[in-house]
């Protein structure tokens, strides 16, 4: 089913590369047809004012001595307007030839705005089932000649064949509703589901993109799900970035958070849990920083410093290597500890730099007994507790009987979840109940601390912690 008395400008080009802001038109071709008939044919090579790629040459066959006299796209716009004035501008993957066609129309100081149809989309939604609606596979599949492949008017003559096709088994009237200005067909991802996206709610939450494989390849957050999709394919920017991402995009599912904080931490572990390919941001897992303790072969307690790893359990970590030194050094210098044995000092002979100033008591060279050295390793552990507070954030959960809770347990993000609205927690362990286990990394900490230094005080609510809570910590963490 057609729209009464339309004529579609079925168009194709070739270029110098897929950046619209930076590549150029070599050749284009129009098809003109009623969607039944081919009523005429334009096509011209153009000289795209710059040297076209060896890739591109090798993959097109047009070199750059073919296009050296052809005429520039501003001498050709007569001939393009005559073709597509008053037409439907249709092609395959249609907003790459439309972009480049509109940005060269910008350059010669023209404008060119066109109804347009994609005949992927249509062809997905007219003719589904097939496993591939690139134009070369799906003509192989439909019987549709296609010859001069990866030249404009090879491309375009099977084009219109294809919209011929279309035209009459589209019983349900998809090409009309695509034609409706309201409609999003045109601006959607040419395998991506109208139906999919318009099940997207208008709420806060997290959406992750699915290339045909149903792999993660990009997470995002957004306060309004729907418009927040929506803006990654409106607008007038088209780059080859761009335009690969879409095209990769085959499916969307969204994930409603309940607030800020829940969103942004869902996001965080999707990203590195996936590791998606459009991603940037947190995808490297930067590790924290911890202070550790042990107890030396001669029985003297020690401290170091290193990174934190996925199941360890640290006396209390940091954003940095810097910050955690300058808390051992305080640290040391409080309870008057060997600084050789927390790590601080690297001596080549037994002693410490320290000891030998006489600001060191001498358990380095075995001076001081370890029951003596040992008590005040101990209240130094102490310390560390008191400046490591375990505590939940609490927030606003996905209906009025829950509260979203994030658990820190000394300082270190263990991962989130929802309880009761009536329900008292004042331990890890309790906390432990209801969260699911995540994992702690510098992202996730910038990502704390910034909210909470933000949020309300009643947000939080400090909690006691104990060995029994670490033991169980010690290899449930988020499997990555």
Same mark, same amino acid.
């Given at each position: 089913?057609?729209?009464?008395?339309?004529?579609?400008?079925?168009?194709?080009?070739?270029?110098?590369?897929?950046?619209?802001?930076?590549?150029? $038109?070599?050749?284009?071709? $129009?098809?003109?047809?009623?969607?039944?008939?081919?009523?005429? &044919?334009?096509?011209? =090579?153009?000289?795209?004012?710059?040297?076209?790629?060896?890739?591109?040459?090798?993959?097109?066959? $047009?070199?750059?001595?073919?296009?050296?006299?052809?005429?520039?796209?501003?001498?050709?716009?007569?001939? %393009?307007?005559?073709?597509?004035?008053?037409? %439907?501008?249709?092609?395959?993957?249609?907003?790459?030839?439309?972009?480049?066609?509109?940005?060269? /129309?910008?350059?010669?100081?023209?404008?060119?705005?066109?109804?347009?149809?994609?005949?992927?989309?249509?062809?997905?939604?007219?003719?589904?089932?097939?496993?591939?609606?690139?134009?070369?596979?799906?003509?192989?599949?439909? #019987?549709?000649?296609?010859?001069?492949?990866?030249?404009?008017?090879? @491309?375009?003559?099977?084009?219109?064949?294809?919209?011929?096709?279309?035209?009459?088994?589209?019983?349900?009237?998809?090409?009309?509703?695509?034609?409706?200005?309201?409609?999003?067909?045109?601006?959607?991802?040419?395998?991506?589901?109208?139906?999919?996206?318009?099940?997207?709610?208008?709420?806060?939450?997290?959406?992750?993109? /699915?290339?045909?494989?149903?792999?993660?390849?990009?997470? #995002?957050?957004?306060?309004?799900?729907?418009? +927040?999709?929506?803006?990654?394919?409106?607008?007038?920017?088209?780059?080859?970035?761009?335009?690969?991402?879409?095209?990769?995009?085959?499916?969307?599912?969204?994930?409603?958070?309940?607030?800020?904080?829940?969103?942004? =931490?869902?996001?965080?572990?999707? %990203?590195?849990?996936?590791?998606?390919?459009?991603?940037?941001?947190?995808?490297?897992?930067?590790?924290?920083?911890?202070?550790?303790?042990?107890?030396?072969?001669?029985?003297?307690?020690?401290?170091?410093?290193? +990174?934190? #790893?996925?199941?360890?359990?640290?006396?209390?970590?940091? &954003?940095?290597?810097?910050?955690? +030194?300058?808390?051992?050094?305080?640290?040391?210098?409080?309870?008057?500890?060997?600084?050789?044995?927390?790590?601080?000092?690297?001596?080549?002979?037994?002693?410490?730099?320290?000891?030998?100033? @006489?600001?060191?008591?001498?358990?380095?060279?075995?001076? !001081?007994?370890?029951?003596?050295?040992?008590?005040?390793?101990?209240?130094?552990?102490?310390?560390?507790?008191?400046?490591?507070?375990?505590?939940?954030?609490?927030?606003? #959960?996905?209906?009025?009987?829950?509260?979203?809770?994030?658990?820190?347990?000394?300082?270190?993000?263990?991962?989130?979840?929802?309880?009761?609205?009536?329900?008292?927690?004042?331990?890890?362990?309790?906390?432990?109940? /209801?969260?699911?286990?995540?994992?702690? @990394?510098?992202? %996730?900490?910038?990502?704390?601390?910034?909210?909470?230094?933000?949020?309300?005080?009643?947000?939080?609510?400090?909690?006691?912690?104990? !060995?029994?809570?670490?033991?169980?910590?010690?290899?449930?963490?988020?499997?990555?």
């Amino acid at each position: 089913m057609k729209p009464t008395h339309a004529i579609y400008a079925v168009t194709d080009i070739e270029t110098t590369g897929g950046s619209i802001a930076h590549g150029r $038109i070599t050749e284009i071709a $129009i098809v003109l047809t009623d969607g039944e008939q081919i009523i005429d &044919r334009f096509s011209t =090579l153009v000289n795209p004012e710059q040297l076209i790629p060896p890739n591109i040459t090798h993959l097109t066959g $047009i070199t750059n001595e073919m296009v050296a006299n052809a005429p520039l796209f501003h001498e050709i716009i007569p001939q %393009i307007e005559s073709f597509t004035q008053g037409a %439907i501008f249709v092609a395959h993957n249609v907003n790459f030839d439309y972009g480049f066609i509109r940005e060269s /129309y910008n350059r010669a100081g023209e404008r060119f705005q066109r109804k347009k149809l994609c005949t992927v989309r249509l062809s997905r939604k007219i003719i589904p089932g097939f496993p591939s609606y690139s134009l070369g596979k799906i003509c192989g599949q439909l #019987g549709i000649p296609l010859t001069d492949r990866h030249r404009a008017l090879g @491309d375009a003559d099977a084009t219109a064949l294809l919209l011929h096709l279309l035209v009459e088994k589209d019983t349900k009237g998809f090409i009309k509703e695509s034609l409706n200005p309201r409609s999003k067909e045109a601006i959607l991802p040419p395998h991506l589901d109208k139906e999919k996206f318009e099940s997207i709610p208008n709420e806060m939450g997290v959406y992750s993109f /699915y290339n045909q494989k149903g792999k993660v390849i990009y997470v #995002g957050k957004a306060i309004d799900l729907k418009k +927040r999709v929506h803006a990654h394919f409106s607008g007038n920017t088209n780059t080859k970035s761009k335009n690969n991402f879409a095209e990769n995009i085959h499916d969307v599912s969204v994930e409603i958070c309940s607030n800020e904080l829940i969103m942004m =931490l869902t996001e965080a572990h999707a %990203i590195k849990k996936h590791w998606p390919i459009y991603n940037r941001s947190m995808k490297k897992v930067t590790l924290n920083y911890g202070l550790y303790s042990y107890i030396d072969q001669n029985g003297y307690g020690r401290f170091t410093l290193g +990174r934190t #790893g996925k199941h360890d359990r640290p006396l209390i970590s940091f &954003r940095s290597a810097y910050e955690s +030194r300058k808390y051992l050094e305080v640290l040391c210098a409080q309870f008057e500890l060997c600084p050789k044995l927390c790590s601080l000092q690297t001596p080549q002979h037994t002693s410490c730099y320290s000891y030998e100033v @006489d600001e060191c008591k001498g358990a380095c060279v075995e001076e !001081e007994s370890v029951t003596d050295y040992n008590q005040r390793f101990e209240k130094a552990i102490l310390e560390t507790d008191k400046e490591n507070n375990s505590f939940i954030i609490r927030g606003k #959960g996905r209906n009025d009987e829950v509260n979203s809770i994030v658990l820190l347990q000394k300082g270190r993000y263990k991962g989130y979840g929802e309880a009761p609205k009536d329900a008292v927690i004042t331990s890890v362990e309790e906390a432990l109940d /209801y969260i699911n286990y995540g994992y702690d @990394d510098q992202d %996730i900490q910038v990502l704390i601390n910034a909210y909470v230094r933000k949020c309300d005080e009643n947000e939080l609510v400090w909690i006691t912690h104990s !060995e029994t809570a670490n033991a169980h910590f010690g290899g449930l963490l988020f499997d990555l």
